[in-house]
């Protein structure tokens, strides 16, 4: 189930239809689990319009046996405080064999007719699972923490789920393919989980800790099997940093002997720079060019060292220089603003790097070099990072700093995107927020707040309204925290201590870098007991088995009929081409296509 467009909320509401399941048109009231996946705070007022439209009381303590239990996922899980009130619990880490035991647990619940606090406590002796209403959370008179404390016996701190291996888990190789065109309308495949390069500002880096690779030919064999089940014809591979999967060059090349004859494109998330090798780039760009991201983060050599961003100019120039000579028009450079220690000198480094890319782009292409994107945010301090203690840019000193990039930049005729600074507020409260902030969270939404990451729907004066109204102030959550200080995520555990983020934070000081540990000793950041959760990597790769199959030389012409009848007339004229695209492809047909 998603969430509705303003449009088909206001004809639920109007016709007094509850929000339901696409496959099976279930009203929300109905299910048993409602599960939530939290990939970011701007979207938690949907969350309360998807609860409200599907007729499920939005606090949990109002919810009785005969309504589901609500559960939140993700990343934004590992501070879940904020919407606390609103969920029955949480699951922190890993899901795939977690989402198992969670509903075998409440199908005991519901057999035994267990009342909601019996079916709770079961929960809650699955690893991993948070239960909000088992911990108490006191304040000082300041409004800073006092006090988490359990109310459930040996209930102290719940450990963050960790899948060892992600060969264990299953690839699903049939999955579903809608016929109107959405985002990342591709068939995408994980190639590897975690990260530890270790950058400072980066929490998804250090909560999926440690890296597990999936062996290439594992990937392949997935990759062969849907794309005859799908019929896509654009391949993504996945992870928090591609370009250091160990076998990332052998796997590409094989792969390309499959796609090139098929014409399927290879589609990359954004790279690290000094990751792309040529010889890896010319094997992607054989069928298509399917867009090209790097980020630097910092415009500075001194700050990228502060962040453990470690990688050299010289190697952003030449990677520039090799994505124009290979043909690529566009290059999108990612920066942000507002990093700890950051000086005005730093950001006028990021327009000096940006023209620098240019003009290396310039000497690389054969014709006219690619255009430069530059993009940019402010940075947010999120928990479970060197930098969660760090101070978060006032809304006016980020307006500032992003207008001092602007103008550098269009003194270099260059143009710059940004991320709106008021939304940059709003996520970092709520990212480091507590539980208080479930009353604003309310309100806003009371007030008409949806949609919040959506700049054209967002109003900052609708969120500090509610904020105000609640008796808070944003600068509340956004201002450094000294290192004594509890924090609202204290009794959550995702294997890196405490200790170690505080090291970390020290070196940073320093300007000096910690390497990654998956190529030097280990960093001690307290995640690996070096026998079941290790990181895993794959340093040689067995034969795929045969190549593409080999296409008639000769045309041959198919001719097929087909209607369009029940809800696919409402496919568009483009919709429906690419429908009938992948069905030829997923019925084999030997398709050839014009130059």
Known sequence: VFAPWGDM?????????????????????????????????????????????????????????????????????????????????????????????????????????????????????????????????SYNPDFTIKEIRPLLEGYTEVKRRIVPDLEALPLFARPIVPFTETIHDRLSVEIARGCTRG?????????????????????????????????YDEVSLLSLSTGDYTMLNALIVELMKDFCPRHIAMSLPSLRVGTLKASLAKEIIKVRKTGFTLAPEAGSERLRH???????????????????????????????VGLPTETDEDILEIARVAAAARAAGNRGASGRGPEINVSAACFIPKPFTPFQREPQLGLDECRRRLGLLKKSLSDARLKL??????????????????????????????????????SELFSLDVWLKALADNGIDAGFYTRKRERDEALPWDHIATGVSNKFLWREYETSLKQMETPDCKTNECTGCGVCDHKVIKNVVHSAMSPAGPEAEERPQEPCKIRFAFSKTGDIRFLSHLELVNAVARALRRAGAPVRYSQ
């Open 306 to 336: 502060a962040i453990n961003k470690g990688i050299k100019e010289e190697d952003l120039i030449a990677t520039a220089g090799d994505v124009a000579a290979l043909g690529w028009r566009s290059l999108k450079l990612y920066f942000m």
């Open 9 to 137: 909320e206001a004809l639920l509401r109007e016709k007094g239809v509850a929000l339901s399941t696409l496959e099976n048109s279930i009203p929300l009231k109905e299910l048993d689990i409602l599960g939530f996946s939290l990939k970011y705070e701007l979207s938690y007022t949907n969350i309360l319009n998807m609860l409200e439209l599907g007729g499920i009381p939005l606090f949990a303590n109002e919810r009785t046996e005969k309504d589901p239990f609500v559960i939140g996922g993700g990343p934004c899980a590992v501070n879940p405080e904020p919407l606390a009130g609103f969920f029955d619990a949480f699951l922190i880490g890993d899901g795939e064999d977690a989402v198992i035991e969670i509903s075998n647990a409440v199908i005991e619940a519901r057999k035994n007719k267990e009342d909601r606090t019996q079916a709770l406590k079961r929960l809650a002796r699955i690893e991993g699972v948070y239960v909000p209403s088992f911990f108490d959370v």
């Open 417 to 454: 995107k940004w991320h709106e600074p008021e939304m940059s507020l709003i996520e970092g409260v709520f990212a480091r927020g507590d539980r208080r902030l479930s009353g604003a969270l309310l309100s806003a939404f009371r007030q008409g707040a949806r949609m919040d990451g959506w």
């Open 199 to 231: 950058c400072r500002f980066c929490q998804a880096g250090m909560i999926y800790r440690p890296i597990r690779e999936r062996r290439p030919e594992t990937v392949i064999g997935f990759i062969r099997e849907a794309l005859r089940n799908t019929g």
